[in-house]
């Protein structure tokens, strides 16, 4: 027998644990680019839900400074109708600027608590300008707000697998006396 025909298993040896390296080599690129990309398409996420959520906190929050200045809300920076005009418009803007992220990353559940916080947000606002605004009915919308963005925040931490969260309802304490 030749000398080649004896070496023969052994090359075939080589050839298949090359193939084997090349093949357990290519499916761990492959899973460690999934998971890449899975890490970097969840960040992309929360970076949206944040997004969408800032630009809605400060409308919610223009909102109270106005309703402060006429009265019906506690808020320690009061701001006339009239100054706070152009910042809502802003506001909405950006608002309309982050729901488009929004909706091209958003889990559909993350989407519908997204549009149930903006409907109730905007609620708020039609109530600021209606002549039967109270202290007690804005107390209540300003609730129903409250509620909304917890729904928001609960369909994120669903969508995107994290433990339940805070509600976000700070209590203040009592006022010391001096």
């Known amino acids: ?3 080649f025909i004896k070496q023969l298993p052994a090359l075939f040896g080589v050839m298949i644990g090359a193939f084997g390296s090349y093949v357990v080599v290519m499916r761990g690129d492959r899973a460690r680019f999934r998971r890449e990309h899975a890490a970097r398409r969840q960040e992309q996420q929360l ?7 800032l630009t809605l906190k400060k409308t919610v929050t223009l909102h109270r400074r106005v ?3 006429l009265g019906h809300d506690g ?3 009061p701001l006339p109708p009239a ?3 152009p910042l809502l418009v802003d506001a909405a803007d ?3 600027a982050a729901g488009e992220g929004l909706l091209m990353l958003g889990s559909p559940d993350v989407v519908d608590a997204a549009h ?6 905007m609620e708020v606002a039609d109530l600021l300008r209606a002549p039967g605004c109270t202290a007690d009915r804005w107390l209540a919308q300003i609730e129903k707000q409250r509620r909304a963005r917890e729904k928001y925040y609960t369909a994120i ?3 995107m697998g994290l433990p339940p969260g805070h509600s976000g309802r700070w209590q203040l304490s009592p006022a010391q006396p001096s």
């Open 47 to 53: 970076s949206a839900y944040t997004d969408y959520a």
């Open 1 to 3: 027998m030749s000398d």
């Open 83 to 85: 100054e706070a005009a």
């Open 116 to 121: 149930g916080w903006a409907l109730s947000v």
């Open 94 to 96: 950006a608002r309309s």
């Open 75 to 77: 808020y320690p920076h």
């Open 67 to 69: 309703a402060a200045h």
């Open 157 to 159: 931490r669903r969508a």
